[in-house]
């Protein structure tokens, strides 16, 4: 585990927003988080300058190896987190359907996008990282619909990564397929364009920026922050929406320092918690904070509708479908 003293005038600066501390809540905190190791240091450095009187020991892996251990831990009765900071809404819906969430009905979600919110309080979505398209500037066109990618300028030139190594690819996949204008029948029509899809994001981002291939699904802030460094690549939301890994946040149902626990939580979902999120490169949640640059305004973002329970009921037969339709 990683641990971390209280931070102090560094932690204020992360964010860009001065907040008040709180004293009144203390004592250890355990997170188990998915998120890259230099937003995970951020966010704790931002929290414990809020929360001077909390420290906050961390533990950061894939969400997949984070979940292996945190079973483990079931399995032996001791799991070790308060709270949990992972990548997406299906694999929470897993968690409380086991019992294993305490829900916070008084965290205020009030400025949030109820669909992006467990109706009882059992996890919360701290950002929005969407997945589009990529294609590099020597296309032969400009997507503006995932259909666009059926077109014959774009066979053989289109990088996918898996939903049986991605969770992002995972949703992405569930979303589209269950749209009433693009379905399963995408999906068969990329593998007839000759797509391949394998590994995460960062290879197909590769793959596209370095001119392999012209065209992928990719998280949205891949792309958006590399242009802005000079890469040949442009991201497009394209006219259906996009499907979203919302990072959600949840306290464990076995969590021995419960204050702390919602203390984490009313941070991420505070402006100054959203503004972190912004100033690490993210789309916020919350509507009225501004996204980074080169995003667009939240308000011009159609998010896919996506329901993360049925995912879930659906996961293994999406699966099942997909290894028919581009071999395992």
């Known amino acids: 585990m990683k641990k971390m003293i209280p931070a102090l005038l560094a932690g204020l600066a992360l964010t860009g927003v001065a907040h008040a501390q709180n004293t009144d809540v203390s004592g250890p905190l355990v997170l188990y988080t ?43 009765g001791n799991p070790q987190p308060d709270v949990l900071l992972i990548a997406d809404m299906v694999t929470m819906e897993g968690l409380e359907a086991e019992g294993r969430l305490m829900p916070y009905a008084e965290a205020d ?27 590099n500037t020597a296309a032969p066109f400009q997507p503006t619909s995932y259909m666009d990618l059926l077109r014959p300028e774009a066979e053989g030139q289109i990088a996918m990564p ?12 569930a979303a589209l397929t269950g749209h009433p204008d693009l379905g ?9 364009q000759g797509a391949n899809p394998q590994g995460g994001n960062g290879g197909t981002y590769r793959a596209v920026a370095g001119g392999e291939q ?7 802030f891949l792309p958006i922050r ?9 991201f497009v939301f394209p006219e259906e929406g996009v499907s979203a890994v919302t990072e959600p946040v949840a306290i464990l149902s076995t969590a021995q320092n419960v204050p702390a626990a919602q203390a984490f939580v009313d941070f991420l979902l505070s402006p100054e918690g959203q503004q972190l999120a912004a100033d690490q490169g993210y789309l916020p949640a919350h509507p009225d904070i501004t996204p980074p640059a080169g995003f667009p305004s939240r308000d011009e973002i159609e998010l896919i509708e996506f329901d993360p329970a049925e995912a879930l009921d659906n996961a293994e037969d999406n699966r099942l479908r997909f290894v028919d339709i581009f071999g395992g």
């Open 34 to 76: 998915s998120q890259p190791n230099e937003d995970a240091q951020a966010t704790v450095d931002a929290f414990t300058a809020a929360y001077p009187n909390v420290e906050v020991e961390w533990v950061r892996d894939g969400t997949t190896r984070i979940m292996a251990r945190l079973e483990a831990e079931f399995e032996a």
């Open 109 to 135: 979600t009030s400025a949030y996008d109820p669909a992006i919110m467990d109706d009882e309080g059992h996890y919360f979505s701290t950002k929005l990282i969407t997945t589009g398209i990529v294609y």
């Open 162 to 173: 898996s939903p049986l190594t991605s969770g992002a690819a995972t949703i992405h996949m």
């Open 184 to 192: 399963w029948e995408l999906y068969e029509g990329l593998a007839e």
């Open 214 to 220: 012209m065209f992928g699904f990719v998280v949205d």
């Open 226 to 234: 590399e242009k802005a460094n000079g890469a040949p690549v442009e």
